[in-house]
């Protein structure tokens, strides 16, 4: 079947815009990752989403960032009024199961590249 | 404070030769271990895993090391192919939770 797909592949956007991302993961699939690449650096967690609900957002850097998923399914990571230290790549991962004590491979997007000005 | 560290930014290797990629970490709850590889403007795609049970992984070309007193994993391909060339990522996780630590990422170069 199809990969987890995101939208857009490429946003410019100026600096103090709302931007929204969004990921579909594999069909099934009960958890959803986002994280973000910034040059130079390693991936960097966001929220993690088991179904519709988010256990973890300890990684979200700040209140300008929000992310929802609905039905199980789809996936939008906001970010409000954009700085330009939030240039990243944005990518999602999906994976059939987690939970306490389990870890399960993590299938990715191709990411979104952000770019603020 | 990052938690994986790869010390190599770039690697580069012959063609048949075999290429290591090394990783280390910090946290000693850490017990489950993967390596993922990454082509130009495509996210990553899993390559090999292991648990803290084993030390030793193999899949084809692929093998994972693990020293756990030594808080250090590597990836071992063997032989190298053109092919192979790409970013590498080594992540652990805590099966007590759910977040992904990621490193930094080596660019392995393989000449043909």
């Known amino acids: 079947g199809a990969g987890v797909s995101q939208s857009p592949s490429n946003k410019v956007t100026e600096k103090g815009k709302d931007v929204e991302l969004r990921c579909d993961p594999i069909s099934g699939h009960t958890a959803l990752y986002w994280y973000r690449q910034s040059l130079g650096q390693g991936l960097e967690f966001l929220i993690y989403f088991q179904g519709n609900s988010a256990p973890d957002k300890s990684g979200l850097p700040s209140d300008r960032f929000s992310a929802e998923r609905t039905g199980g399914s789809v996936s939008t990571l906001t ?11 944005y990518l999602c991962a999906s ?12 299938y990715f997007g191709p990411g979104t590249r952000l770019t603020v000005l | 404070d990052q938690q994986v560290k790869q010390n190599s930014p770039s690697l580069s ?3 048949g030769r ?6 280390d970490y910090t946290n000693s709850m850490f017990d489950y271990f ?15 895993s292991i648990s803290s049970i084993k030390d030793k992984n193999e899949d084809g070309r692929f093998t994972v090391f693990l020293n756990k007193s030594a808080k250090h994993l590597s990836l071992h391909i063997v032989p190298s192919q053109p092919g192979d060339s790409a970013v590498y990522f080594c992540a652990a996780s805590a099966s007590y939770g759910n977040q992904f630590y990621f490193g930094t990422g080596t ?5 043909p």
């Not at chain 1, 939970?99 to 491979?105: A, F, I, L, S, V």
């Open chain 1, 79 to 89: 970010i409000q009024r954009t700085q330009q230290e939030d240039s990243a790549v």
């Open chain 1, 95 to 106: 994976s059939r199961l987690a939970g306490r004590g389990y870890t399960d491979t993590q």
């Open chain 2, 13 to 15: 290797v012959q063609e």
């Open chain 2, 18 to 23: 075999i290429s290591i990629l090394n990783c």
């Open chain 2, 34 to 48: 993967l390596w993922y590889k990454k082509y130009p403007a495509e996210g990553p795609t899993f390559l090999i």
């Open chain 2, 107 to 111: 660019s392995l170069t393989v000449i």
